[in-house]
């Protein structure tokens, strides 16, 4: 589930988040995001922040986006 505000199209404000059932250790574990984004013309930069619950590989990354509309 997740929410995004767009700011005149050129400014996103996102964040999200989503439980899951793990196999390997029997329970629900989580994911967060918070993240934004810029568009100018047709190239697009996001960021987004993720938490992770245990030892997801998310737990606590930075990732980059670098787009091009064409």
Known sequence: MGVEYSLMR???????????????TNGVE????????VRFFHLQF???????DGNSPLSNALLFNLGLDF
């Open 30 to 37: 989580w994911c967060c995001s918070l993240g934004f984004g």
């Open 10 to 24: 050129l400014l996103y404000f996102r964040c999200g988040a989503e439980l899951y059932d793990t196999t390997y």
């Open 46 to 52: 996001d960021m987004a922040y993720t938490i992770a």
